[in-house]
């Protein structure tokens, strides 16, 4: 059973290169960082208070949750219900950072991510994957893009739905936010010493697929 890791930041393209990834090659599929929003909602709908970190531990790690690959984007299933566009909501997010800050929920979610790797494969999206999760995946990807593009793909997004947005201060935000994943004390953001590094700045999603497939081929997973 493979396991194929691809970590990185915001905005490098994971999502779409994951689930791209997963589709073609039928195998399933991890996004680690909806995990929380998950957890959130789920204890929510549990009726379970958030301030009661042993009962979130055990809703995190009894989450009955699938990530359904599609040529445009991942599906999320909660107990049978699509979540995809749900969890995405700012009262979600506000769950997700209030179950994130207790410890024993991210030890139950660890081992839950863990429980993903079945066969015929898992590929797994997120930011340490790699380095934490997934050590000994037979796969390691850290994809990344520059800052600027990285905003201009952002700015593209909010201006598609109709939100205003300044690319300077978006260009200033993911900054400060890579500086901030890649100083944190717990599980910062870098690549493993093993992984195959992406810079996906002047590559389409097609490209950086491309590059991933060569790495299955040359490895022997199919």
Not at 94 to 121: E, H, I, N, Y
């Amino acid at each position: 059973m493979s396991v194929i890791t691809i970590d990185g930041p915001s905005g490098a393209g994971k999502g779409t290169v994951c689930a791209r990834l997963a589709a073609e090659l039928n195998w399933h599929l991890l996004d680690s960082g909806a995990l929380y929003r998950i957890t959130g909602l789920a204890a929510e709908r549990q009726s379970v208070a958030l301030d009661d970190e042993p009962a979130v531990a055990q809703v995190a790690a009894q989450l009955d949750v699938t990530f359904e690959p599609g040529i445009d984007g991942v599906a999320v299933v909660l107990a049978g219900e699509e979540v995809t566009t749900t969890i995405r909501t700012e009262e979600v997010g506000s769950l997700a950072s209030q179950v994130a800050a207790l410890p024993a929920v991210r030890d139950a979610l660890l081992q839950r991510q863990r429980d993903f790797a079945k066969a015929p494969g898992l590929i797994a999206d997120g930011r340490d994957m790699g380095t934490v999760v997934f050590p000994q995946a037979d796969i390691k990807v850290f994809l990344t893009a520059s800052a600027e593009e990285r905003a201009q793909r952002r700015f593209r997004q909010l201006t598609e739905k109709g939100i205003n947005a300044s690319l300077p201060a978006l260009i200033e935000d993911i900054r400060a936010r890579d500086e901030r994943d890649s100083s944190r004390a717990v599980a910062p953001l870098k690549p493993a010493q093993d992984a195959v590094v992406i810079d996906s700045t002047s590559l389409s999603i097609d490209e950086v697929c491309d590059q991933v497939m060569a790495l299955v081929h040359q490895a022997r997973l199919i």
